[in-house]
């Protein structure tokens, strides 16, 4: 099986997606084939689109900082460093 994880987040609750996608190996080509994987928002995350869309409505619409919002993450169980969450140059 092909897993990943990604993130999201409904109203004030964070969740774990895990998506499970099976292998099939081709008898005559003895290749293993799986279907492709949903493209990533940021190349290179697990964060799903609901979680980003949270963050910058808890960021402008309710002026909420990084860090707070770090703070109600890591209460929930994940754990994201400020280099995750603020843009570099």
């Not at 008898?27 to 994987?37: D, K």
């Not at 995350?45 to 409505?57: D, E, I």
């Amino acid at each position: 099986m092909n897993m990943f994880s990604t993130s999201w987040r409904p109203p004030a609750i964070y969740r774990i997606l895990r998506c499970v996608t099976p292998i099939y190996k081709g008898r005559a080509a003895n290749e293993f084939v799986s279907p492709p994987v949903p493209p990533a928002v940021f190349e290179g995350t697990s964060a799903n689109v609901s979680l980003l869309a949270g963050m910058l409505v808890d960021k402008f619409s309710w002026h909420l900082p990084i860090y707070r919002q770090q703070a109600r993450m890591k209460a929930a169980g994940i754990i994201l460093s400020l280099n995750q969450t603020t843009p570099t140059n």
